[in-house]
């Protein structure tokens, strides 16, 4: 499936700069989350199964895609939530009222347990709840994601120099560094704090002509700075093209200052990877409001 490729003009610069539109990909399971889930959903058909169970916090882009894509195949859903305080505030989290509203059963837990989600204690418990399921892991990073992303470039994407991409749990990038050639160079920038993701994204990375940029976490995941948003807003207003505040905004934001910063070789080709996530932004404006903060604006 082939998605449109826009141009960003930026002044003074020659360095290309492109994005690749992949939120545009589905309404509901847009970007990184169509691809992960791809060949997860065929998977869990072949084995006869009916329910698809995963994990995921309060505006969990990852949770929202698996609640409609399971209703749109025929699949019971179940997501475990981080946060035991949020099974009384469905109503006012617009991603878990989504899913909700698309007949995901929630499973909340403290934050506590949710850190043993992935131990065999935890999970038996589970499979002693919820009988046969489907496990798809946080973010939907596995080897069947990889592959779903993989397909992300083409042959026609071999003219840029770099790749650019958002990392949560490492899937997108690992897809992305698999079907990238030699003579690209793929850069990783993380939402969250660590190198850890290095390890994560060598399971299933299979070349090494990949790199992480670490200066654009913005203090951490889920963390905004005003900078951020301001930016983000004058990057709509400038190309029409919305970004989340949480992942695409971050590495776009890191992209465009390493460009001013002369990071890039004159004349380079590169290609973003817009990984979707807009769903997020309704939460986000909501806890920027409550603490009388800038929004995000993607009227025109």
Partial sequence: MRVPTQEII???????????????????VSGNKFR????NLLEAKKQNHRTLLTFGGAYSNHIAAVAFAGKENGFKTIGVIRGDELSSKISQNPTLKFCQDNGMEFVFVSREQYRLKSTEDFLCNLKN????FYLVPEGGTNDF???GCEEILSNEDERFDYICCA????????????SSTSRQKVLGFPSLKGDFIKKDIRKFAKKENWDIISDYHFSGYGKVSDDLIEFINDFYKKYSIPLDPIYTGKMVFGVIDLI????????????????????GVQGMN???????????????
């Fill in 10 to 28: 930026l002044p003074n610069t020659t360095v290309k700069l492109y994005i690749r539109r992949e939120d545009l990909i589905h309404p509901f």
């Fill in 129 to 132: 709840d919820f009988d046969d």
């Fill in 167 to 178: 990392i949560g749990t490492g899937g997108t990038i690992s897809g992305i560094i698999n």
């Fill in 145 to 147: 994601a990889v592959k």
């Fill in 286 to 300: 909501l806890k920027l409001s409550n603490k009388n903060l800038q929004t995000i604006n993607f009227n025109d």
């Fill in 260 to 279: 001013n910063k002369n990071y890039f070789s004159e004349d380079s080709q590169i290609l973003l990877i817009h990984t979707g996530g807009i769903q």
């Fill in 36 to 39: 992960k889930l791809k060949y």
